[in-house]
């Protein structure tokens, strides 16, 4: 399966924003031909065009550019930070292994499953997108 180049990703972007090149250029404050050669990828965006094209799209910088983003269901991080937190089973579901195997070393001390409790309320709150994901 080919994974699509950052030209491609940022083409799709923005036309799932219904936005025209030139209404991106003005947003970046760059020319229409930056962004024409960004999405044939003859040229890269630079940094800082980057971080304002996450922003306006509301993705992190990682999947514009790599096109992997880790998918975080609210509800089932929520569960587990409140049910299993002092085993670090939310730790896990974010692929944090450090921090779950912090928690599983302390986690005879009661301290984690508090931490894990609080951190299950806090995610709770968090405002998801539609599919239920932070």
Request: charged fraction near 25%; charge should be positive.
């Amino acid at each position: 399966m080919k994974t699509k180049s950052v030209g491609e990703r940022i083409r799709n972007l923005r036309k799932s924003k219904k936005m025209s090149q030139e209404r991106l250029a003005e947003k970046l404050n760059v020319s229409r031909h930056s962004i024409s050669n960004w999405e044939r990828d003859v040229s890269s965006p630079d940094i800082h065009s980057l971080l304002e094209m996450t922003e306006l799209f509301g993705v992190s910088l990682n999947h514009l550019v790599k096109g992997d983003e880790l998918i975080v269901n609210k509800y089932v991080y929520a569960g587990l930070a409140f049910f299993l937190g002092g085993l670090g089973a939310h730790r896990f579901y974010r692929k944090q292994y450090g921090k779950a195997l912090l928690y599983i070393l302390f986690c005879w001390t009661g301290i984690p499953g508090v931490i894990g409790m609080i951190e299950g309320v806090i995610a709770f709150i968090k405002t998801a997108d539609a599919q239920g994901n932070i």
